[in-house]
C-alpha cells in the first residue's frame, strides 16, 4: 500500500538555525498537505501543494512539492520556540480522494 | 464555531471493559475520520465515513473495534473488550466534502488508558 515516510524522527536546533524536514512518498501524490502539532495538542492544518514544483512560503515556512509529485519538504528559517511541536506531511493518492496517508512527522525542539 | 467536539477528553478503563468515544463534527461537514495516535505506530487512520456512510474501514485493527455515524452530527467509535495494547490518543477530524483538496480539522483527541 501506499507509503509515506518523513525525515528526521526528531531536531533538536538552536533558537535562530534553520530546520528542514523532508517527506517521500511510495507513489505520486494528488497533493500533499502539512499539519503542526504541539506538546499535547492536535494536528492544525498548515497548508496544500497540489501542482508539480509548487513552492509555497508562509512567513519563515517555505513547503515545497517536488516535480515528480513524490516528495515534499518544510524549511523554517530562523527557528523560534514557538515552532516547537511535530510537524507532519500527509498525502493523497492520485487513486483515493478521501484518505489522507500521514508521515511519521518530525518532533522538533528548539533550544533558547 | 466550535470546532470538532470529542469525549470524553481522558478515559482510564481496565481490560475487558467497553469504551466508547464520542465525536461531533464541525456543522455543514461531509466527512469525518477517526485516528490513532501512538508513539510507535504514530498517526494512523482508523475508519472515514462520507455522508454518514462507512468509506474505508481498513485501518480498523481487528473485530474488537467498530464505529457508527448514526447521523451528520454525532460519531462513535467502541472498542470491546479493550485490551492494554489499544491505550493512545483518539483524535476524530472532519473535512467539507471528500475531495482531492480537503483540510482536515481535527478535534482535541481522547486520550484511552486501558489497564
Known amino acids: 500500500g501506499q507509503q509515506v515516510m518523513q525525515i528526521p524522527q526528531y531536531q533538536h536546533v538552536q533558537e535562530g538555525e534553520d530546520f528542514t524536514t523532508y517527506c517521500n512518498s511510495s507513489t505520486t501524490l494528488s497533493n500533499i498537505q502539512w499539519y503542526k502539532q504541539r506538546p499535547g495538542g492536535h494536528p492544525v492544518f498548515l497548508i496544500q501543494l497540489v501542482k508539480s514544483g509548487e513552492v509555497k512560503k508562509q512567513k519563515r515556512l517555505t513547503f515545497q512539492f517536488g516535480e515528480a509529485k513524490k516528495n515534499s519538504s518544510l524549511h523554517i528559517t530562523a527557528t523560534q520556540t514557538t515552532d516547537v511541536g511535530t510537524y507532519f506531511c500527509?498525502?493523497?493518492?492520485?487513486?483515493?480522494?478521501?484518505?489522507?496517508?500521514f508521515g511519521q512527522g518530525t518532533t522538533l525542539q528548539v533550544k533558547p | 464555531d466550535a470546532g470538532v467536539i470529542q469525549s470524553p477528553r481522558h478515559e482510564v478503563t481496565e481490560m475487558g471493559q467497553e469504551v466508547t468515544l464520542r465525536c461531533k463534527p464541525i456543522?455543514?461537514?461531509?466527512?469525518l475520520f477517526w485516528y490513532r495516535q501512538t508513539m510507535m505506530r504514530g498517526l494512523e487512520l482508523l475508519i472515514y465515513?462520507?455522508?454518514?456512510?462507512?468509506?474505508?474501514d481498513s485501518g480498523m485493527p481487528e473485530d474488537r473495534f467498530s464505529a457508527k455515524m448514526p447521523n451528520a452530527s454525532f460519531s462513535t467509535l467502541k472498542i470491546q473488550p479493550s485490551e492494554p495494547r489499544d491505550s493512545a490518543v483518539y483524535f476524530c477530524?472532519?473535512?467539507?466534502?471528500?475531495?482531492?483538496?480537503?483540510?482536515?480539522?481535527f478535534g482535541p483527541g481522547t486520550r484511552l488508558t486501558v489497564l
Open positions: 465515513f462520507n455522508n454518514n456512510v462507512p468509506i474505508d
Open positions: 477530524a472532519s473535512s467539507p466534502f471528500v475531495t482531492s483538496t480537503d483540510t482536515q480539522y
Open positions: 456543522s455543514g461537514h461531509n466527512s
Open positions: 500527509a498525502g493523497r493518492g492520485s487513486s483515493n480522494t478521501g484518505k489522507l496517508i
